[in-house]
């Protein structure tokens, strides 16, 4: 009869030979590489003649074979169910030891039976099998076996040690799992911005078609007062749905990767002065103050100017959209850390519920909603993404009904 040894007790490894091996682990990005190394470490340290790393498949509610050492032809794959030893380890989520795999297992389940085929395909013949279960904050990953035919027994204290060594495969395929799922999300993310890339290009035509020709008519109309008055409404909102497309596709430009303009090192000064200017009449249409600070010297940073010039656009076209009365101010300044450059405003503000969602794509505040004051909403994802992609950082306070302010943090350019 099969006799299974209890868990005991871990006795440390040396703690070089367990940085040894965590280094070896955690060395690769790829989950099959980190896992390789890990069935590597186990055969080392044990020793083992074979040993498996299986992942959990929730998806079939399965066991695969991801790193396998010895003499293993072709992948596995073994249902989670407690008539194999694997399954049986990972359904219980419980670490064993059988002496004698062709033996009785009963003291293990009744429902236990060894399948000898994997043998008579490899030519081995298994004595001793170990599983243990791969854990990682409450949740199972997988399961890691080790196998050796008589020559080599395992004992109690071969157990401890694989469920050490479990410890670091769990850490490994952890994290191996979130890189690989974080690569994942940013393919995603980089296909969906070239689908809309493609998509609002395929928008803008119709839309600068149908623009050009009611600024055509438009202009033949001049001597009927209503008919000009109805083209021009129309006009007016075929300038709004332009200015929605073309938010659109600066946002999937922004989140496919690519620099709007060429990238090098930037002297924000004249770039402010000459981009915020264009918003001066809109300013001066409402009445509202506008001021605008630039230090003398330079301020160096490195950047492209198409994608400053939509920071830039898109918090101080904000500001003056906003602001019924007041002011709106531009400020950039050098600091101990690098450049800020300050927008505010005497604006309607954000409600206290809004703020952290501000800076979602396609979110409007809701005073912005019901205001009737258009906009998409893509405008500060765009310039939260691009100031990121260069080292930077923007900050945001507001109160309704008394104002905005957002600050955009650089670093220093080389030649600053």
Known sequence: ???????????????????????????????????????LAIVRALPSERATVYQVIEETQELESIAVIGNVSRPIRIPIRRSSLAGYCASECEAFLVPDAYGDLSAVSGELRFDPSWDKMNSFRTRDVMCVPAEFQGGLLGVVQALNST??????????????LTRLVSFALHHARMYEELASLKC??????????????????????????????????????RLAKVLGRITKRM????????????????????????????????????YAEGYREAAAAKGLGFELQVPADPVCVRFDEQGFK???????????????????????????DGIQLRVRDSGMGIPAGDLPKMFKEFFRASNARKSNIKGTGVGLAGVKEIVERFGGSIEMQSEEGIGSEFTVKLPLGAGA
């Open 239 to 274: 300038d709004e749905m332009v200015g929605m497309v073309e938010d659109i596709l600066h946002l999937s430009k922004v989140q496919d990767g690519a620099p709007l303009g060429e990238i090098g090192e930037l002297d924000l000064g004249p770039l402010v002065t000459k």
């Open 151 to 164: 020559e080599r027994p395992f004992d109690a204290q071969s157990l401890k040690k694989l469920q050490m």
């Open 310 to 336: 939509l920071v830039l656009s898109n918090l101080v076209s904000n500001a003056v959209k906003y602001t019924a009365n007041g002011s709106v101010g531009i400020r950039l300044e050098r600091t101990q």
């Open 1 to 39: 009869m099969a006799q299974v040894t209890g868990v005991g007790k871990a006795e440390s490894f040396a703690a070089s030979e367990l940085l040894h091996l965590y280094g070896e682990i955690a060395s690769e990005a790829s989950t099959e590489e980190v896992l390789r190394q890990s069935a």
């Open 188 to 225: 995603l993310k980089k296909q969906k911005a070239q689908f809309m890339r493609v998509m609002v290009h395929e928008l803008k035509s119709p839309v600068s078609a149908a623009k050009m020709l009611a600024d055509g008519l438009l202009f033949a109309s001049e001597d009927d007062p």
